[in-house]
């Protein structure tokens, strides 16, 4: 049984700073290509960062390049979203999803599995 569990979310104040971690179980880890979305209310899911199965390309949505960092180690079977310089529209439910084929990592659909989310909320 495949298992996704974040964790890391909470309440920071706008300018600082989070990591978020993706544990993942029951699945060969290092095939899947790795991401992480977010859902604010009343907002449809969005796309924030993909990283690749070997580790050698990552991708970002525009809203958060140059302040979040998606990383993974394949062999704690975790991938990582360091965020920075928070804002308050980041503030939504973040969650980690795995892709085990070729893809843009950008769309939805392309993602095999999905945790539960892990809510981060942010502070004017």
């Known amino acids: 049984q495949v298992q996704l569990v974040e964790s890391g979310g909470g309440l920071v104040q706008a300018g600082g700073s989070l990591r978020l971690s993706c544990a993942a179980s029951?699945?060969?880890?290092?095939?899947?290509?790795m991401g992480w979305f977010r859902q604010a209310p009343g907002k449809e899911r969005e796309f924030v960062a993909a990283?690749?199965?070997?580790?050698?390309?990552?991708y970002y949505g525009d809203s958060v390049k140059g302040r979040f960092t998606i990383s993974r180690d394949n062999a704690r079977n975790t991938v990582y979203l360091q965020m920075n310089t928070l804002k308050p529209e980041d503030a939504a439910i973040y969650y980690c999803?795995?892709?085990?084929?070729?893809?843009?990592?950008?769309?939805?659909?392309?993602?095999?599995?999905w945790g539960q989310g892990t809510q981060v909320t942010v502070s004017s």
């Open positions: 999803a795995a892709a085990l084929g070729a893809g843009s990592y950008y769309l939805i659909y392309e993602y095999d599995y």
């Open positions: 029951g699945l060969t880890f290092s095939s899947y290509a």
């Open positions: 990283i690749s199965r070997t580790l050698t390309s990552t």
